[in-house]
């Protein structure tokens, strides 16, 4: 069993930055690409980001690149999820997930963190 915890939350203005982590046991976080994935109310979960095992391969969604940064820390064993110019649509609950192959589809992931509220305010 794989246990993903989701930290960094909160509430910021638009134009604002947030920092998002996500820690796994070392066993999960070096055999696992990990990605970030995020649910608006009466929204479908959405693709974010994503981060390869080892080699910094990284897939971001159009709506986000240039804005978000996706790494690892191996050190930590924590993926973070590094958000500037922060927009009202960003607003969601934001799901850290492991997949044993790098993607961005959200059947590829076989174990998902309990999700960490991201508020934007207009």
């Known amino acids: 069993q794989v246990r993903l915890v989701e930290s960094g939350g909160g509430l910021v203005q638009a134009g604002g930055s947030l920092r998002l982590s996500c820690a796994a046991s070392?066993?999960?976080?070096?055999?696992?690409?990990m990605g970030w994935f995020r649910q608006a109310p009466g929204k479908e979960r959405e693709f974010v980001a994503a981060?390869?095992?080892?080699?910094?391969?990284?897939y971001y969604a159009e709506s986000v690149k240039g804005r978000f940064t996706v790494s690892r820390d191996s050190a930590k064993n924590t993926m973070s999820l590094q958000m500037n110019s922060l927009k009202f649509e960003d607003t969601a609950v934001y799901y850290c997930?492991?997949?044993?192959?790098?993607?961005?589809?959200?059947?590829?992931?076989?174990?998902w963190g309990q999700g960490t509220q991201v508020t934007v305010s207009s």
């Open positions: 997930a492991a997949s044993w192959l790098l993607g961005t589809a959200m059947r590829q992931y076989d174990y």
């Open positions: 070392a066993r999960a976080f070096s055999m696992y690409a």
């Open positions: 981060i390869s095992r080892s080699d910094g391969r990284t």
